[in-house]
């Protein structure tokens, strides 16, 4: 990847620009560029479809996407990309590359990984488990990569026959639901070089914004405690229970909850309590996630579990170690990118939704107890900076919002009021609702990417909002350090349970038009009154 030519202007605040020797489109020849960069999209909408489809049967969860980064490295090698594998000591984490000469490099990223527990006959408005127990994409992360390469394989066909020189740079957020990669490849200087980044995440409605997003940061921590074993019953003032220290500093994290600030969260589950009640376990562990609104929060809350860590240990006479596995910092969008991307949010529109899709979205909303709107049929506004902060979920694309200007695109393949990290949330996302998400999204994506390859002036633009505004009063520092290794063996053993009889559902697109089609659902099955 080239790294940027900077050259420093003396201006007022010291603007960074990009040396782009690129030829000049007039406004006019830029749209209607753009428009045969949405006609291309519309044109592959069934080559989007298969992707959606394909990446929702492999059902992977973080880590250890496996046959979803084989088959989407496959087809961009096809489509003469250059694949870089095992980012970041990360095995299932790749960086695709094609280049047409000197212009900006624009990065175009998406999740891949799906939730525990949430297998679901997608097209089904109610709860039906393909595999029971077993993984499945709750959240929708089977979209993203299939929008972009969409998008990126309409741009690159038109910068190939115009001679338009760029970049084009795709990957996946492995194990983005354990917030657990993309500060690696922040720190790994893997956006060095990189113009602006483009990412794309579902949501039920097609929208952009800029600024202090909602929600939070976090850092995600294991603490290991380590006693002696002993028997039970026979000799228990032998042993030195670490699975008494998990539940003292348990215990004392909660009693702190209560003078947590409100835009503050935090939460845990216990990892390891022992082997059996008839043996003292020597080991025990605690995984929490610490979450506020800003990074100087989040680790004063870090700090502060570690305390309550040591004390749980002086307490039991264990030992305590502590492992970071991921982190993800606030996320701040660019302006700039934003308000373009909006413009052509405007021209794409919604998609249009059928009766059918209409009836799914409103079955399962009844089904759930939520509000029974469908799918919605108003574009939402351009999103703008917080007022005031306020608290929720996180996403580890936070910690590339500050490395390089970046935003996220978000698209409609899922089907409003659902509880998030849910089974139902599955449901939409290898039907028609997500395939006419996906092909909105990518359009305004490639005519977004057209944009800024045509008009260097707007990456010039987009660097002085991040220089001059984002952070010209806050500096990133990375949560991780040197010696921090992603923890590549999460969900190992849960996929080695279930792959065997997932694969039995994976999409074979060479006989099945769908992947409806090949599971036999008719689109869509409701509960009968």
């Not at 996403?395 to 409003?416: C, E, Q, Y």
């Not at 990290?421 to 449901?427: L, Q, R, V």
Request: aromatic fraction near 10%; glycine fraction near 10%.
């Amino acid at each position: 990847m080239r790294k940027r030519i900077l050259i420093t202007l003396a201006l007022a605040g010291g603007i960074y620009l990009s040396a782009f020797p690129q030829k000049k489109y007039t406004p006019k020849q830029i749209e209607a560029l753009k428009a045969e960069a949405a006609q291309i999209v519309q044109a592959n909408h069934k080559q989007s479809q298969v992707m959606v489809d394909k990446i929702f049967s492999f059902a992977e969860l973080g880590f250890q996407e496996i046959e979803s980064s084989k088959y989407l490295t496959g087809i961009l090698e096809k489509n003469g990309f250059t694949i870089e594998r095992g980012v970041s000591g990360i095995p299932t984490a790749w960086f695709a590359t094609w280049s047409n000469g000197e212009g900006p490099v624009i990065a175009l990223g998406s999740d891949v990984d799906n939730i525990p527990k949430a297998s679901q006959y997608p097209g089904v408005a109610y709860h039906k488990p393909m595999v029971e127990g077993a993984p499945g994409h709750g959240e929708g992360h089977n979209a993203g990569i299939p929008l972009n390469i969409t998008a990126a394989l309409a741009v690159k066909q038109i910068m190939e026959r115009e001679k338009i020189g760029g970049t084009l740079v795709l990957w996946p957020g492995i194990a983005e639901e354990l917030v657990a990669a993309k500060a690696w490849f922040a720190r790994d200087g893997k956006f060095d070089g990189v113009d602006l980044c483009i990412f794309t995440h579902v949501a039920n409605n097609l929208g952009v914004s800029w600024g202090q997003a909602s929600g939070t940061g976090l850092i995600s921590v294991e603490y290991t405690f380590t006693g002696d074993a002993a028997h039970s019953a026979g000799a228990p003032w032998r042993g030195k229970s670490a699975a008494d220290a998990v539940e003292l500093m348990n215990i004392g994290w909660n009693y702190k909850r209560e003078h947590l600030h409100p835009l503050k969260r935090s939460h845990s589950v216990i990892t390891d309590g022992g082997d059996q009640p008839n043996v003292v376990p020597s080991k025990a562990s605690i995984w929490y996630y610490f979450r506020d609104v800003k990074y100087d929060g989040i680790m004063e809350m870090y700090a502060q579990a570690n305390d309550i860590a040591k004390g749980a240990a002086l307490m039991t006479g264990t030992t305590m170690t502590s492992k970071v596995l991921g982190t993800a910092w606030p996320r701040h969008f660019n302006k700039v990118i934003a308000e373009k991307m909006y413009q052509n949010i405007l021209k794409v529109g919604l998609p249009t939704w059928d009766e059918n899709d209409q009836t799914l979205a409103k079955a399962i909303q009844k089904e759930l107890g939520s509000k029974e709107e469908g799918m919605p049929t108003k574009l939402d506004t351009l999103g703008l900076p917080v007022k005031e902060p306020i608290s929720g979920g996180s996403d580890d694309i936070g910690d590339v919002s500050w490395v390089v200007p970046t935003v996220t695109l978000r698209f409609p393949s899922n089907i409003p009021g659902l509880p998030g990290h849910h089974w139902s949330n599955a449901i939409a996302m290898a039907t028609p609702i997500a395939h006419k998400g996906v092909t909105a999204g990518a359009k305004a994506e490639a005519m977004t990417i057209l944009d800024f390859l045509l008009q260097p002036e707007l990456v010039e633009q987009a660097w002085d909002y991040f220089k001059n505004v984002q952070t010209k009063e806050e500096t990133y520092k990375p949560m991780i350090t040197k010696d921090d290794a992603p923890p590549i063996y999460l969900n190992e053993g849960i996929m080695k349970q279930f792959r065997p009889q997932l694969e039995k559902f994976y999409y074979d697109e060479t006989k099945y038009d769908t992947y409806l089609q090949q599971l036999g659902v008719t689109y869509p099955t409701v509960k009968k009154d």
